[in-house]
């Protein structure tokens, strides 16, 4: 549970805007669950911009071609110090600090054959030409089968390492699916773990196409991986995700993650590569929904809007503890109903929407604390459609057959729904009125 700056700043954020961000978390939001901030992509081009990527920009490397933070917008990296200073800053908040970072070498590093540090290798040695991103300019690829590429990764992440980074994402990793790099930088994050007794971990991007097929690979190697490209604020990018975070769900285990992508609530788009200055153009349903559904999922959350400017109402439900605790406490999760309405059932052009139901058990977290609804279960209820719609579930889909006629309190976890359970010949069934694009989430507990 974090926050990004991709969604807010692209890639021009500010240690000024990182600090601030760090300072509302503390306040705010570590309560609930929420301790990491994520410095996103090219914190090392002093030309940085929004909407885009700057083609050659002069990128700030040291002498062995590791990326170096702009001491112009990361005034505390001057003199070599890199993210030190603000990563002990953030630390000192109780939260962790994490940078992004491309798949390869840095092309200026290879046009000027810098050294690989620890080696008698040279960057140009050790590139790979042809594997290069397909949307950013800045990297070559690294020819994983000579020994001087892993010795780069090795050098990268030990830098990192001492700087006191605790969460790397890297990016142009998975579309198309680089198995070797991955397991690189895997390699070289054991490595600096062990030299430097800290954890770190490897969160992988972008995640379009990504096959439920290389889950195993995945979690030997990494702790999150994305399943889907950028969502931003559009409801149709939310909705693409119901079917995703299906297939993933029942394949989440703790500590490794299939990953829906940052959350775009709050004040986005301040300086981003998409779209203007904007509070997240979700309604607070919508935002309700795609909370909960990462929950079920149980994706990791990690926010995009600017925390100290984002609307207090979005803050709110950001700071709600329930979000970790499904997230962290809950078991065989998963969709367990998807149905089409229609107006007219023998109408196919009378399409409304397609009610959703999300259960999970809920359990113990992994850390040793305690299920709040011990012996319970959550379930949601969600409705695609642009109306509001009279929603109902019988109990026994939710608690099993056998349990159905024992007595169940609800607890309605977002608040304000108007929950109502009814005896329906043999069935109990809870039943809600579920706001456009929106969801009712409730817990189940036996009395």
Request: charged fraction near 25%; proline fraction near 6%; hydrophobic fraction near 40%.
């Amino acid at each position: 549970m974090g926050w990004n700056s991709w969604d807010s700043y692209g890639t021009t954020v500010t240690e000024d805007e990182v600090l601030a961000n760090a300072r509302a978390m503390a306040a705010e939001l570590k309560p609930a669950g929420w301790d990491t901030l994520v410095v996103d992509i090219a914190w090392y081009d002093p030309t940085a911009r929004a909407h885009g990527y700057n083609e050659n920009a002069p990128l700030v490397l040291d002498a062995y071609g590791r990326q170096m933070p702009d001491p112009v917008r990361f005034p505390s990296a001057a003199g070599g110090r890199g993210f030190g200073p603000l990563a002990a800053a953030v630390h000192e908040l109780g939260l962790k600090f994490g940078i992004h970072v491309m798949r390869g070498i840095p092309r200026i590093a290879v046009e000027k054959d810098l050294p690989v540090y620890g080696t008698d290798y040279t960057a140009r040695q050790v590139a790979d030409l042809k594997h290069v991103c397909r949307w950013n300019p800045d990297n070559y690829g690294l020819d994983q089968s000579h020994p001087g590429a892993q010795a780069w990764y090795d050098a990268q992440l030990d830098q990192f390492a001492q700087w006191g980074v605790d969460y790397l994402k890297v990016d142009d990793m998975q579309t198309p699916f680089y198995s070797e790099e991955i397991h690189a930088y895997h390699k070289a994050i054991e490595k600096a773990e062990r030299k430097h007794g800290r954890p770190m971990v490897l969160s992988l991007s972008p995640g379009g196409w990504v096959p439920t097929t290389h889950v195993d690979f995945l979690r030997g190697n990494a702790e999150l991986w994305r399943i889907s490209d950028d969502l931003w604020d559009k409801w149709s990018d939310v909705e693409a995700q119901f079917a995703r975070l299906a297939r993933w769900a029942p394949l989440q285990t703790n500590g490794h993650w299939a990953d829906a992508d940052m959350l775009p609530l709050g004040h986005i788009g301040l300086r981003a590569e998409r779209g203007d200055d904007r509070q997240s153009k979700l309604t607070y349903d919508e935002q309700r929904t795609i909370l909960t559904l990462w929950c079920m999922g149980r994706s990791p959350l990690m926010v995009g809007g600017d925390l100290p400017t984002s609307d207090r109402e979005t803050m709110r439900l950001l700071a709600n503890p329930v979000l970790r605790e499904v997230t962290a406490g809950s078991a065989n999760n998963g969709e367990i109903v998807r149905e089409p309405i229609r107006r007219h059932w023998w109408e196919d052009d009378s399409y409304l929407g397609d009610y959703i139901v999300w259960k999970a058990d809920a359990a113990d977290w992994a850390d040793g604390t305690a299920s709040a609804h011990a012996g319970g279960h959550y379930a949601a209820l969600f409705w695609t459609g642009d109306e509001p719609r009279e929603c109902e579930l019988a109990l026994q889909s939710v608690v099993g057959i056998g349990a159905r006629n024992e007595p169940w309190t609800v607890t309605d976890l977002w608040g304000g729904a108007d929950l109502r359970v009814e005896d329906e010949g043999a069935d109990r069934v809870v039943k809600a009125t579920v706001p456009a694009h929106g969801v009712v989430w409730f817990a189940l507990d036996p009395r």
